[in-house]
């Protein structure tokens, strides 16, 4: 296979350099984002030797090339473009700012939760596994061995607001830990659980309150166990904040103040 006649033709049937922003590569793809999608001429990059399939996801172009085959490519791609090299995370973040605001959304969430599906499948498979055991062997779910892999299996679920956080942090550009925080206070434990709160209701007892801005407001404390949304706008807010403060507080002080 001629890697740079493989490489000239993409670059051709893309619109050419003057249509090119930005391009990087994984370990079977070629990953580009171009100004004008409609000067792609698709069916003919697949007609390119060594091409294994094109689609267009997430703002990106991607030809599939194949192991071994993608990274040779790419650096007759650049050679013959003349673009600098990009990292992955680089070519998205160049994708991200063609979409409009309702696809920006839409990857925004993808980046926030893909991260964290390993963890939500592990302890919801184990959670059904054990399930099916208890009800096959009655006696089992009296076991400690049964108890300790039953607090394994719902870890996740329990401290979800922090997985979210980090995760979130990270989509925003904000310290991950600084996120992680911010989940924490979320799920504290000197506030009510929130799967609780429906139980201490009906038994009839007083949902406990914080009372701020010098009396005006109350806040009810009661945590944010299974939410969502709620964690994700907090975090929203804290990078917002963050980098802002980053580029306005003296670098001697940055380390201390912003965070605080």
């Known amino acids: ?23 990087a590569h994984c370990a079977t793809r070629l990953r580009l984002v171009v100004k004008d999608e409609k000067n792609i001429k698709k069916e003919e990059i697949e007609e390119i030797e060594g091409v294994k399939g094109v689609f267009i996801a997430q703002g990106q172009l991607q030809i599939i090339f194949g192991t071994g085959v993608v990274n040779r490519v790419y650096d007759e791609f650049v050679a013959a473009s003349g673009i600098e090299t990009a990292t992955k995370e680089e070519v998205k973040a160049a994708a991200g700012q063609k979409m409009n605001p309702f696809k920006k959304a839409i990857k925004t969430l993808g980046d926030i ?14 959670m059904g596994l054990l399930e099916g055991f208890s009800t096959l062997f009655p006696g089992m779910a009296a076991s400690d061995t049964y108890k300790i892999f039953h607090m394994f299996s719902n ?12 995760s979130a942090a990270k ?14 206070i979320m799920i504290h434990p000197d506030l009510m659980n929130a799967w609780n709160v429906a139980s201490a209701v009906e038994a009839g007892e007083t949902i406990p309150k914080f009372s701020v801005w010098f009396g005006l407001y109350d806040v009810n404390a009661v945590g944010y166990q299974g939410h969502v949304i709620p964690v994700i706008i907090s975090v929203w807010l804290m990078c917002f904040l963050e980098k802002r403060l980053h580029k306005i507080v003296p670098t001697s002080i940055d380390l201390f103040v912003t965070p605080l």
């Open 1 to 23: 296979m001629n890697y740079h006649e493989a490489a000239v033709q993409v670059l051709e049937k893309i619109g050419g350099k003057e249509n090119l922003i930005s391009g």
């Open 113 to 126: 939760f893909v991260p964290i599906i390993p963890a939500i499948v592990a302890t919801g498979l184990l």
């Open 155 to 166: 870890t996740a679920f329990t401290f979800l607001p922090i997985l979210i956080a980090t």
């Open 171 to 184: 989509a925003f550009g904000g310290n991950m830990f600084l996120g992680s925080v911010i989940g924490m």
